[in-house]
């Protein structure tokens, strides 16, 4: 199995990986909080650290790109100040942003943080979450369709910002399927039955939930097994991977099923583990990789980046020596 698991790692090397969805700028303020506002009943920060990084779809190309593979993101985000820093995020990250539609009419996703004394005192968003236009949506799939002609593996990227809606999500899904590349789906609540025909589908515990109206005991395999059922009837898809925090992971085709466990970790940070499971299932999904492996993979690879504080990619190294161990038990 070592030599097996070194010959995927290589494998990964060079997968062309197109992310279509929602990308944005994570923005950090980082200080102290010594005193109370005389204006209002607020803690004032003194801040002496910024921060910028690639969150969303650019998430989950920094891990695409972590593991050796060429990421192309392709989104809609506005002509703006903000969009200023995503390019420059884009090009200090070593990525490209070809397949990005700059429009006059929307804002770039930026989610600004403050943190005092280590704690999250507030979050400003900047954003339009309204569906793209007719025009913004016929430039995006005009990219789509380019970029997917080089493509290995295809992912969407849904965090109900109005870059994938109702009426091109279909669109995408079929251009996929008929040049033959995988669709694998980060979905979240509004759209969550428009991705019928996807390859293989990822909901968290929270989204089955929601998505389907249905009560899940993550603790109770035939549970899963009813609702994934159920999934899989709505959406035709042919793999679905519920990720179910301290309970692992449980993956489901018509051929195969495994209920994996969660591996015990110091958790420092949850934010941006599910970017990094979509990440490495569809590189493994490129590369036809078994399904237990698939889910194994994508399960260790989300419990490594809790580990760090804040939104970090993972590391292929210490990924492919715990998977290595971890066969050997």
């Given at each position: 199995?070592?030599?097996e698991?070194?010959?995927?790692?290589?494998?990964f090397q060079?997968?062309?990986?197109l992310?279509?969805g929602?990308v944005m700028?994570?923005?950090?303020?980082?200080g102290?909080?010594?005193?109370?506002?005389p204006e209002?009943p607020?803690?004032?920060?003194?801040?002496d650290?910024?921060?910028?990084r690639l969150?969303g779809a650019?998430n989950?190309a920094?891990?695409v790109?972590?593991?050796?593979?060429i990421?192309?993101l392709?989104?809609?985000?506005g002509?703006d100040?903000?969009a200023?820093?995503l390019?420059?995020?884009?090009?200090?990250a070593?990525?490209t942003?070809?397949?990005?539609v700059y429009?006059?009419?929307?804002k770039?996703t930026?989610?600004?943080?403050?943190?005092?004394?280590?704690?999250?005192i507030?979050r400003i968003?900047?954003e339009?979450?309204s569906?793209l236009?007719?025009?913004?949506?016929?430039y995006?799939e005009?990219h789509y369709t380019?970029?997917l002609?080089?493509a290995d593996?295809v992912?969407m990227?849904?965090?109900?910002?109005g870059?994938l809606?109702g009426l091109?999500?279909p669109k995408?899904?079929d251009k996929?399927r008929k040049?033959?590349v995988?669709?694998?789906v980060d979905?979240?609540?509004q759209n969550?039955?428009?991705?019928?025909?996807?390859?293989?589908?990822?909901?968290?515990?929270?989204?089955?939930?929601?998505g389907m109206?249905?009560d899940?005991?993550p603790a109770?395999?035939?549970?899963?097994?009813?609702?994934v059922s159920?999934l899989e009837e709505?959406l035709e898809n042919?793999?679905s991977?519920l990720?179910?925090?301290?309970?692992?992971?449980?993956?489901h085709?018509?051929h195969e099923?495994?209920?994996?466990?969660a591996?015990?970790?110091?958790?420092?940070?949850?934010?941006?583990?599910?970017d990094?499971?979509?990440s490495?299932?569809?590189m493994?999904l490129?590369?036809?990789t078994?399904?237990?492996?698939l889910a194994e993979l994508?399960?260790?690879?989300g419990?490594?980046?809790c580990?760090?504080?804040?939104v970090?990619p993972?590391?292929?190294a210490?990924l492919?020596q715990?998977?290595?161990?971890?066969t050997?038990?």
């Open positions: 199995m070592s030599q698991l070194d010959q995927l790692f290589s494998g060079g997968l062309k990986v992310i279509v929602d700028v994570d923005k950090y303020i980082f102290r909080v010594n005193r109370m506002s209002a607020v803690p004032v920060v003194d801040a650290n910024f921060d910028a969150g650019g989950v920094l891990n790109h972590a593991m050796g593979g990421p192309i392709c989104s809609v985000i002509k100040a903000e200023d820093d390019r420059e995020l884009i090009r200090k070593g990525l942003d070809r397949a990005i429009s006059q009419k929307r770039t930026t989610k600004t943080r403050i943190i005092g004394n280590n704690k999250q507030v968003d900047h339009i979450t569906d236009d007719a025009l913004d949506t016929y995006l005009e380019r970029e002609e080089q593996v992912i990227e849904d965090y109900n910002k870059v809606h091109n999500i995408l899904i996929a040049a033959g995988p669709v694998v979905p979240k609540k969550f039955e428009a991705y019928k025909g996807c390859t293989l589908f990822k909901p968290n515990l929270k989204e089955i939930r929601e109206g249905i899940i005991n109770d395999t035939e549970s899963l097994i009813a609702a159920k709505r042919e793999i991977l990720t179910l925090s301290e309970h692992g992971v449980y993956i085709s018509k099923s495994h209920r994996l466990p591996h015990i970790r110091n958790i420092a940070d949850v934010s941006g583990a599910g990094t499971v979509i490495v299932a569809a493994c490129a590369m036809k078994p399904l237990r492996l994508s399960n260790l690879a419990g490594l980046v580990e760090h504080t804040g970090v993972v590391n292929p210490n492919l715990e998977a290595k161990a971890l050997l038990k």
